[in-house]
């Protein structure tokens, strides 16, 4: 099984820059994708990011665009999200998911793992 474990979240200030990491372990085989999603107190959880790991791939969503970068390092079994320019509307709990070959990535469901999440907030 694959285990997911998120990092690098806190407080900033408005314009302010983050670098989540998510290292995933427990499993000789690598996902083949790795997502960074969102959800913020009574909204619905976004997909930012993925990441195809076998080829470096990557697919980008809205709040991701333009001022987010997701990245990878394979030898340490770690997924990034650079975020800058941050806003007070940045702020929720982000997620690491990964998932198997197939299905959309813009899917929940379609996410076997998931880690237990990085609280960022961002103050005006």
């Known amino acids: 099984q694959v285990q997911l474990v998120e990092s690098g979240g806190g407080s900033v200030q408005a314009g302010g820059s983050l670098r989540l990491s998510c290292v995933a372990s427990?499993?000789?085989?690598?996902?083949?994708?790795m997502a960074w999603w969102r959800q913020a107190p009574g909204k619905e959880r976004e997909g930012g990011a993925a990441i195809y790991s076998n080829y470096g791939a990557t697919y980008t969503g809205d709040f991701v665009k333009g001022r987010f970068t997701i990245s990878q390092d394979n030898a340490k079994n770690t997924v990034y999200l650079q975020m800058y320019s941050l806003k007070p509307e940045d702020t929720a709990m982000y997620y690491c998911a990964a998932k198997g070959h197939g299905g959309s990535w813009q899917v929940p469901s379609n996410f076997a793992y998931w880690g237990k999440g990085t609280q960022v907030t961002v103050s005006s």
């Open positions: 427990g499993s000789t085989y690598r996902p083949s994708c």
